[in-house]
């Protein structure tokens, strides 16, 4: 038993909420995520309006739980994928990478419930003041599209957690029962995950991407794209070699984009581990095993119970 504002009020068991992650995570993963306890998340990023509509009527149907569709609002087929997430009323939209306020309104009105992610305090204001339902706070050691400014999830959730009074979600280098108490300690009261969701035995992504994440060390990974201002933290293999000597040459993002766009893809469904874009978060150093998620979760939850008995030891008065 784990409750939390988070468990409440989305319907979950437990505090545990799988990230959107394009090109990977559709509703298979999703369902697998939900039917376990967490909250499992279709990434509408790089759906096509059908393939969108085909992904939740299947979530729906391999599972009774609730889920959730991600839809980054800077990409130009985020209308359409919020068109299709409100007239299917699905029960949560996490919306990234742009301003909440163009549509928590319409999406509340619907009684969806709405959540947004923020890299910094800017956006929690924002937050409070259209409306939303909860906040995730994604820190820089997280995989894929990281913020500019770089704050790390210790940070930037303490900060979040005394700026709004709505439920926070800690992501960024979660993966295992500590990172959910020290998540708790901060303040949140849940986390999502991403990386430690790819190494599983049901995520859809190539076998060669999760044993690199396995095979990856603490400090493998490398944030590209700082200089074109679209931040991703990923492997550092040949593609992110060459795209940081290229922005170390003063390169253009036409330039630099001509190379990596479909480079995530190339390495989820292809499998290419040297052109490929691997994103995944530091914590990859942490994640040595394949195992199911229903694994991860129990194991989460589990060895959070013993941790927070553990932490109660430093506060017994010793006579
Ligand atoms: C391969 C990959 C793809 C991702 N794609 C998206 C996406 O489409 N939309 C989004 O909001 N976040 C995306 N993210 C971020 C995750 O949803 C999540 O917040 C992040 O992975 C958490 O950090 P962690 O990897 O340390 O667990 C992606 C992350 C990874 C690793």
Known sequence: ????????????????LQGGMAWITGWEMAAAVSNA???????????EAEELMSNIAQVREATGNPFAVNIPLRLPSSKKAMEIALQEEVPVIVSSAG???????????????VFQVVFSLNMVKRCNEVGVDGIIAMGIEGGGNVSPSELSTFVLVREVVEATDLPVVAAGGIADARGLVAALALGAEGVQMGTRLLATKEATLHGDYKHAIIRAKDTDTVVTGRTTGLQFRVLNNNLAKEILKMEKEGKGREEID??????????AVAGDLEWGSLMMGQIAGMIHEIPSIQEIFDDMITGSIREIQRLQKYTEQRY
């Open 1 to 16: 038993m784990f409750k939390t504002r988070i468990t409440e009020l989305l319907g979950i068991r437990y505090p545990l």
């Open 37 to 47: 306890g967490g909250l499992g998340t279709i990434a509408s990023a790089t759906m």
């Open 99 to 113: 301003d909440p306020a163009l549509y928590a309104e319409k999406i509340r009105r619907r009684g969806i419930k």
């Open 258 to 267: 001509a190379l990596t766009i479909g480079s995530l893809k190339k390495a």
